[in-house]
T-cell receptor, first 110, second 115 residues
Framework: AQRVTQPEKLLSVFKGAPVELKCNYSYSGSPELFWYVQYSRQRLQLLLRHISRESIKGFTADLNKGETSFHLKKPFAQEEDSAMYYCAPDMDTGRRALTFGSGTRLQVQP | SQTIHQWPATLVQPVGSPLSLECTVEGTSNPNLYWYRQAAGRGLQLLFYSVGIGQISSEVPQNLSASRPQDRQFILSSKKLLLSDSGFYLC??????????????FGEGSRLTVL
């Protein structure tokens, strides 16, 4: 079965520090990979997708096929980055649904 | 533009009572529709998804059921709620694709408390 692992439930950093939210998946194919974010009192929304290779709000995510990882990174955290982050690989298994990781809560302290 | 509405936003129900959460999507046709449950420390659990009217796939055996009576309407139900049904329920939609799932668009969620 396909699995998605976000090993950290909580990540607490100070403002200006680098951030790396880890995500590992188990899938033999080449998935499209998403990161979703949920800010306080807002709906869950897409932050970025691997295929677009873009940087959103200073965040980037690199696919490492060898390690089957898709970690989310930002060089300098801001307080407004505090939120819940979910990794979701889009795996072509015939099942038209995303499997999400358990999520990592990022707390950026002033 | 597409929008997704979900209601009620908050619900407090006694154990053994029925449940109906409703979700509608506007501005698109033939969407995939989803119900997820978000629980603290457990992430997002997929409950049901639907690729068309009357087509429901269940992911987890449970006390809940789902129906899709119209193309853009998705309903989550229970005949008798359990305490363990408490949680935050999210409806979502995606564009129907031949392969993969694609981006999901989420509703604002419904918080259910079973007492």
């Amino acid at each position: 079965a396909q699995r998605v692992t976000q090993p950290e439930k909580l990540l607490s950093v100070f403002k200006g520090a680098p951030v790396e939210l880890k995500c590992n998946y188990s899938y033999s194919g080449s998935p499209e990979l998403f990161w979703y974010v949920q800010y306080s009192r807002q709906r869950l929304q897409l932050l970025l997708r691997h295929i677009s290779r873009e940087s959103i709000k200073g965040f980037t995510a690199d696919l490492n096929k060898g390690e089957t990882s898709f970690h989310l990174k930002k060089p300098f955290a801001q307080e407004e980055d505090s939120a819940m982050y979910y990794c979701a690989p889009d795996m072509d298994t015939g099942r038209r649904a995303l499997t999400f990781g358990s999520g990592t809560r990022l707390q950026v302290q002033p | 533009s597409q929008t997704i509405h979900q209601w009620p936003a908050t619900l407090v129900q006694p154990v053994g009572s029925p449940l109906s959460l409703e979700c509608t999507v506007e501005g698109t046709s033939n969407p995939n529709l989803y119900w997820y449950r978000q629980a603290a420390g457990r992430g997002l659990q997929l409950l049901f998804y639907s690729v068309g009217i009357g087509q429901i796939s269940s992911e987890v055996p449970q006390n809940l059921s789902a129906s899709r009576p119209q193309d853009r309407q998705f309903i989550l139900s229970s005949k008798k709620l359990l305490l363990s049904d408490s949680g935050f329920y999210l409806c979502a939609w995606s564009v129907l694709k031949e392969i993969n799932t694609g981006e999901l668009f989420f509703g604002e969620g419904s918080r259910l408390t079973v007492l």
